[in-house]
């Protein structure tokens, strides 16, 4: 009778006895491992055991007759044989189910993937537009796929209009599109590089036409079978523009030096050197007279003596004008009082009571020198101010007039463009300022050296 109920269950059912073995199956548990008869399942391990007389649930695999698994989930509950305990066993097919569930969590996979990957492509996009340098990315076929804010600035393009160009055509000058059109085919075709993963100076193409030097460094992006490439700009020009001016500048100073020393040994030829060869030359005379005429001896001593002093007078000015003796001995503060002191215009100082650097103070003394100077020849000025400050890392220097204005470097020869030379020697920096109200104001900041612990307010 029991076995008669469980063939008609349309799910999957067997009967097993205290060893495991199969002792009834319907057609329906036949069917779902893929036997013919129910009856070919008799006898077999039913891999399923008794759990100690209990009703037990669980999922497990069920081997089909070609060997294949079969999940299925599983009810147990305890019977009685005529020869023993048993248990009746009922299955279901939970294949489309275990699918289903896969396919969910492979699917929340994929898009927490595809979340990830969003965000990373989000946070990457957003440090290459920070980028101070100009980003590019082309494909396999030299076309422009990305570029970001700094290479819009850079070549003076939007991206919009850079995508889908040909680099060479927009920003690669057309005295180079050959090489590099014949350099990235060599690349394409046997894998040979000269540039890729090096740093390079290079001339670039703006959308106005104009070319420009750049240092660049390309690297290969993607994969194998779709290369792609990143190209990383840095525009140089100030760079260029900077290395040229220091080497005007370096050559402004050998020439303005060539000519202080020419100036030198001018002065000295037609001036001092003049007095004391003539007095040279007077004590020789006197020298020989001294026994046959000793009035005319004595005289020619005494003119001696006047060009000697003569001769002495024009050292002191002559090396004055190269280098103050009260600069060395007192200091910034003294010599430009001294020096302000003969001006006709009355200037008013604002100086440091701390002795500077040697260096630093020959500079600003002849920088205040060489301004004030044209204070008093171009400004038409009233009256002129300098001030001097230092705090440990600078010394700032500024001097204003309430004259007419205009003072402009005009030429390399200029004493303005020296007085620039000379700051720069220093690694300075000057700059001349026209206020709305009137006058010329001349700044100048110098970096001071680190003074060693124990070495502050010594003098120099």
Known sequence: MASSILERVVQPVWVIDEAGLIRFANASAATALGYGHASDLLGKPSHQTIRHGQEFHGEDYLVRR???????EFWSAPIDLPDGRGAVVSFADVSERRRTEQALAEREVAEARAAELTASEARLRAILEAAHDGVISIDQHARITYGNTSAERIFGYRADELIGQEMAEVIVPPSL????????????????SRILDRRIEITALRADGSEFPVELTITRAGLPGSPGFIGYVRDITDRHRAAQELMVSRARLVTASDAARQRVTRDLHDGAQQRL??????LQLAQRKWVSEPRRARELVDLALIDATHGMDELREL???IHPAILTQRGLSAALAALTGRLPVPVQLDLPRDRLPAPIEASVYFFCAEALTNVVKHARASSAWVKVTADGERCAVEVRDDGIGGAQPRSDSSGLTGLRDRI??????????APAEGGTVLHAAIPL??????????MP
């Open 449 to 458: 050296p680190r003074t060693p612990a124990g070495e502050a307010g010594q």
């Open 424 to 433: 720069g020697a220093l690694n300075g920096i000057m700059s001349i300022v």
């Open 66 to 72: 070609d060997g294949s698994l079969l999940p299925v």
């Open 319 to 321: 090396v004055a004008g």
């Open 277 to 282: 060869v003539s007095a040279i030359i007077g």
């Open 177 to 192: 599109r050959e090489a590099h059109r014949a350099g990235f085919s060599r690349y394409m075709t046997t894998g040979e």
